[in-house]
């Protein structure tokens, strides 16, 4: 199995602020990695795909970054809207989430 | 855009099948650009990939629940669906279906919590 590690696990930040959150995978999966977005009550919705690809309609201020073990997930800007929990997926292997990233109010 | 909407009994008994059907529209099943998913998520707690079935019925299940799934498609009503045996408390999670390209999901319903519980 591949096992997926975030962190932090949790993120306070403020309105504005550039926020990178980090996966690390325990074998190399190239760049099978996807990022999700998820809010209180409600399902995942896909941000980033193939490590870097932004999906269709997801705000710019999202980019991803990596390749083999170390991944990254950037906003550049921190919106209200963006309060979630974020979590990395690697499909190189069958799939495997992430434990998740909250990212909170400071 | 795919929509997708899980249905089946909120609560279902210890040692008994749980049961779930996704409805698709927007894409035709059969139209092999996705694969088609099953994620479940425990109260609090993070995402678990249970598994994929393809249009033609190849199957990929998760190694730690793959002796209790069995995943099946109706193309005819656009549907795809789970049974998971021999459920515990440990299986009550939120059950979600998702569209699946190269593996990550892009479209997810809007999830179905269920609970195993006497």
């Known amino acids: 199995d591949i096992q997926m590690t975030q962190s932090p696990s949790t993120l306070s930040a403020s309105v504005g602020d550039r926020v990178t959150i980090t996966c690390r995978a325990s074998?190399?999966?190239?760049?099978?990695l996807a990022w999700y977005q998820q809010k209180p009550g409600k399902a995942p919705k896909l941000l980033i795909y193939?490590?870097?690809s932004l999906q269709g309609g997801v705000p710019s201020r999202f980019s991803g970054y990596g390749s083999g073990t170390e991944f990254t997930l950037t906003i550049s800007s921190l919106q209200p809207d963006d309060f979630a929990t974020y979590y990395c997926?690697?499909?190189?292997?069958?799939?495997?989430f992430g434990q998740g990233t909250k990212v909170e109010i400071k | 855009q795919v929509q997708l909407q899980e249905s089946g009994p909120g609560l279902v008994k210890p040692s008994q099948t749980l049961s779930l059907t996704c409805t698709v529209s927007g894409e035709s099943i059969s139209g092999g650009d996705h694969y088609w998913s099953w994620i479940r998520q425990h109260p609090g707690k993070g995402l678990e990939w249970v598994g994929y079935?393809?249009?033609?019925?190849?199957?990929y299940y998760s190694p730690s629940l793959r002796s209790r799934i069995t995943m099946s498609v109706d193309t005819s009503k656009n549907q795809f669906s789970l049974k998971l045996s021999s459920v515990t408390a440990a299986d009550t999670a939120v059950y979600y279906c998702?569209?699946?390209?190269?593996?990550?999901?892009?479209?997810w319903g809007q999830g179905t919590l269920v609970t195993v519980s006497s």
């Open positions: 074998h190399s999966i190239s760049s099978w």
């Open positions: 998702a569209s699946t390209k190269l593996l990550f999901f892009d479209n």
């Open positions: 079935i393809y249009y033609s019925g190849n199957t």
């Open positions: 997926q690697q499909f190189h292997s069958y799939s495997t």
């Open positions: 193939k490590a870097s």
